[in-house]
């Protein structure tokens, strides 16, 4: 997490109090007391098994929040994830089917997801549309292309070797969860130490002030929105992994929860403020309380309301944070 | 000049119409205003001056219902009220015509008068056009001016458009208006109209309360005076019984002399050079030479053009036509970046709307600019601290760690940021904006100190201002600008408030140009 998020160190601060102004802090307090709380009810909730579990099922979700993290804090938002993730899928699938093997589906998925993701760039900064529009229009565009492609058909038949990186295991932890974490470290390192990751911050907390700064804008953006591709085509083989087949509607309303999870995270929707500790644990919290309706025995039926409630929480948890601070830093 | 309690044209008058007693109003941890009285009475011109960030919008605000008082009270008519927004405050009698007029650019002029108020009805239950033109016209003639009601207000000259302002208090039954900063982009002419205009309200009894910069200005039409300085009362005298250079005293708190630093300079060889530069109705055919060691000041009125052109100069709004040599070599600027690559840096005049980034550090706003040339593949060095802080000791920026918020600075320590974020590029050539507005005279004097020594270093530097003592104290040259145009030039010994405000205004036979923002250039 970089200064940039805003902490407010210092000023006889214990670390307690610096801990309660980061970004993700009522989302981590709120993940610790709710966990505590299904234990309670259920003690098969806290078994490793159940954990990783938990992981393994938010690991798409995550990995793509980590880079719409990025994309939030610009102060733009990308919602045709959903729809990219049902593309880069039955790319990297069929090139699976094809030709078998890791290196090569995972290399097409992510080349799909990048070019995706560089036209959605390319629409915001040089096109100057806003970026809800132009996502929104690649999520219908996508899913219009995933239906020509595969004339409507499943693809089935996803070669072992490819895989692995939804149902490997080293080291007593299956692949999700290894590409999860390692993409959050990544990032966590991006975002304090590279000049890029400041620079996101830079231009979602003053834009303006960024461009008389003479910070290349355009390209800052541009680069979260290529990142978000990329991300989306990893995920997408973490995805064949796990579900071994690739349908049309592949991804269909994941672009939302994407979303949900870096704002419950603590991630400002308006941009500048946030981190990628936020963007894990909100997809994360998602997770947690899908697996916890679950064991608790809740209706299915249940579950977007929770998840609905729990977006309305964050954001307003926010608003009165900014009261109490009294700024808007 | 008349004494206060005195018997107006409005009535006899036992209190004042309204006054404020010990008010206190905090932001955050800054104090704005201290233990201030202000009262004003029916039928005079109480003017209210101070420099940038003394506190008198902030206290006419609070008289405006804007902002509630931390402490102390306003009393209207002798009663103690508390209002909660300005259209109770207008109620009571109290209407406010802020700098930055807020009217409706798009709506008719007789559409802006009845704005917010009850609007006359026809039978059937829809707006009466024709009686709201018929009043808008009457208001109008009251006032002594020939204005179509049914024309849009953007079409109207600055100085009709604050005709129209008034006008609107008026409708409202105001006894007492608040006029702040309301002939700075007026011409000479059209402030002159202005204040026949303020005499027939006096007459009818109506107080105003007058808000200006200008200290000629501030002796012709007002009563009694009140200064303010750093949030505090300082002084509340009869006009008469002041002049410019004891009230200039007041304002600073010492003899002017003291605030500003200038060293005799010896300008070294051109360092920019600006070419018949235009920009379709920005500024038009603007020329000038910047010099190694020169300090070169731009003056005019709001809404001359000064920020566009420093703003184009600097690549933000690249100009259409013209040339730009930086050295003596042609250069295109199209972009801040590259504005930067050829040695120029802009430092805006808004601080916290396009200086800062307001949830960064203070480390990280003084390196914002510099992050791609410091950084090694992509990667922030370990030296960014180091920078940092060399510019914070060097700028003496106090008041936070350089891991604080940037908030958490008081205006003059901010502006020291941005300025420090400025000179971490080594610009050969700097333009200044407004450098040391809602800066405290503290600050202001430490400002003046580092511009000097920056000249003395070599740099060259624009510097754009308002305030006419800065530009005459500071600047070895006075550039004027006029509705987009260099419209004078004078060196060190010919520029005087006269010769400068003369070229700004188009002296006495200035034309009324159709002024076509109703706020400011952003």
């Not at chain 2, 320590?413 to 400025?422: D, I, M, P, W």
């Amino acid at each position: 997490m970089s200064e940039a998020g805003a902490d407010r160190r210092g000023a006889g601060g214990t670390v307690f109090l610096r801990f309660l102004a980061r970004p993700e802090a009522p989302a981590l307090i709120f993940l610790v007391v709710l966990v505590a709380a299904f234990t309670l009810a259920n003690e098969r909730f806290l078994q490793v098994g159940n954990l990783e579990s938990i992981l393994t099922s938010v690991a798409v979700l995550g990995v793509i929040a980590l880079a719409v993290n990025q994309v939030i804090l610009c102060g733009e938002i990308d919602i045709s994830t959903g729809s990219m993730l049902g593309l880069c899928a039955v790319t990297s699938g069929a090139v699976a089917t094809s030709a078998g093997g890791l290196f090569l589906p995972l290399l097409a998925g992510v080349a799909v997801g990048a070019l995706a993701g560089a036209v959605n760039g390319l629409l915001v900064t040089l096109g100057r549309i806003p970026s809800i529009i132009v996502t929104l229009g690649m999520l219908y565009a996508l899913r219009g292309v995933i239906l020509l492609v595969t004339g409507g058909t499943w693809i089935t038949g996803i070669p072992n070797d490819t895989r692995v990186l939804g149902t490997g295991r080293v080291l007593g932890l299956g692949y999700p969860v290894i590409v999860l974490l390692l993409l959050f470290v990544v990032m966590e390192i991006v975002s304090r130490h590279s000049t890029w990751g400041r620079n996101v911050f830079a231009v979602g907390g003053n834009r303006r002030a960024a461009r008389f700064a003479g910070l290349p804008i355009d390209r800052v953006r541009f680069l979260a929105f290529v990142l978000v591709g990329v991300f989306v085509g990893i995920a997408s083989v973490v995805y064949l992994g796990r579900a071994g087949s690739v349908q049309t509607n592949t991804g269909a309303g994941l672009e939302l929860q994407v979303v949900a999870a870096v704002v419950i995270g603590g991630t400002s929707i308006s941009g500048g403020r946030g981190s990628s500790l936020a963007a894990l644990t909100g997809a994360v919290l998602i997770g947690v309380i899908l697996n916890g309706l679950v064991l608790l025995g809740v209706p299915g039926i249940w579950q977007d309301a929770v998840l609905g409630g729990l977006i309305l929480l964050a954001v307003t948890t926010d608003v009165v944070r900014r009261r109490l601070v009294g700024d808007r830093a | 000049m008349r004494e206060p309690g005195e018997t107006h044209a409005g009535g006899a008058a036992a209190v004042p119409f309204f006054r404020l007693d010990g008010v206190t109003k905090r932001f955050g941890g800054v104090v704005a205003v201290e233990d201030v009285v202000f009262d004003l009475w029916p039928g005079e011109v109480h003017a209210l001056v101070g420099e940038n960030g003394a506190g008198k919008s902030t206290l006419m605000k609070i008289v405006d219902g804007l902002y509630g008082p931390d402490e102390g009270m306003l009393e209207v008519g002798g009663e103690a009220v508390s209002f909660s927004s300005p259209r109770e405050a207008e109620a009571a009698g109290i209407a406010m015509i802020p700098q930055e007029l807020d009217l409706f650019p798009e709506l008719s002029v007789a559409e802006n008068l009845f704005v917010g108020r009850k609007r006359p009805r026809t039978r059937w239950g829809g707006l009466d056009w024709e009686a709201m033109q018929g009043e808008a016209r009457t208001r109008l003639d009251a006032l002594g001016v020939d204005l179509d009601a049914t024309s849009t207000v953007k079409r109207l000259s600055a100085a009709n458009q604050q005709i129209v302002a008034i006008a609107r208090a008026l409708v409202g039954e105001a006894r007492a208006v608040i006029m702040d900063e309301p002939t700075s982009s007026l011409t000479e002419r059209e402030a002159s109209q202005l204040f026949g205009i303020i005499e027939d309200l006096t007459a009818e009894g109506v107080g105003v309360v007058y808000i200006s910069h200008r200290l000629e200005e501030v002796f012709e039409i007002s009563d009694r005076i009140t200064v303010l300085r750093d949030g505090h009362h300082i002084e509340t005298a009869s006009a008469s019984d002041l002049d410019v250079e004891n009230l200039v005293r007041l304002m600073v708190g010492r003899p002017l002399h003291e605030l500003f630093t200038r060293s005799a300079s010896s300008p070294g060889e051109v360092a920019l050079e600006v070419r018949g530069l235009t920009r379709d109705g920005e500024f038009e055919d603007v020329s000038f030479t910047l010099r190694r060691g020169e300090i070169l000041g731009l003056a005019g009125l709001v809404g001359a053009g000064r920020t566009e052109l420093a703003q184009s100069v600097f690549g933000i709004r690249p100009a259409e036509s013209g040339e730009i040599l930086v050295g003596g070599q042609e250069v295109r600027v199209r972009s801040p970046q590259g504005a930067m690559e050829k040695g120029i840096f802009y430092v805006p005049e808004e601080r916290r709307s396009q200086g800062l980034v307001l949830p960064f550090s203070i480390k990280n706003n003084i390196t914002l600019s510099i992050l791609e040339r410091i950084s090694r593949f992509g990667f922030l060095p370990r030296s960014e601290r180091q920078t940092a802080e060399g510019f914070a000791k060097e700028l003496s920026i106090r008041g936070a760690k350089l891991s604080d918020p940037v908030g958490r600075l008081s205006g003059g320590n901010q502006q020291k940021v941005v300025v420090a974020k400025a000179l971490a590029r080594e610009p050969g050539v700097l333009l200044l904006d407004e450098p040391t507005r809602g800066v405290d005279v503290g600050a202001k004097s430490e400002i003046y100190r580092l511009m000097d020594d920056l000249a003395k270093e070599g740099k060259a530097i624009l510097l754009i201002s308002s305030e006419l003592e800065e530009v005459l104290s500071m600047a070895d040259r006075v550039l004027v600008m006029r509705e987009g145009c260099i419209s004078g030039e004078f060196g060190g010994g010919e520029a005087t408030q006269e010769n400068v405000m003369t070229a700004a205004t188009g002296g006495r036979s200035g034309a009324d140009g159709p002024g076509e923002k109703v706020s400011g250039n952003e």
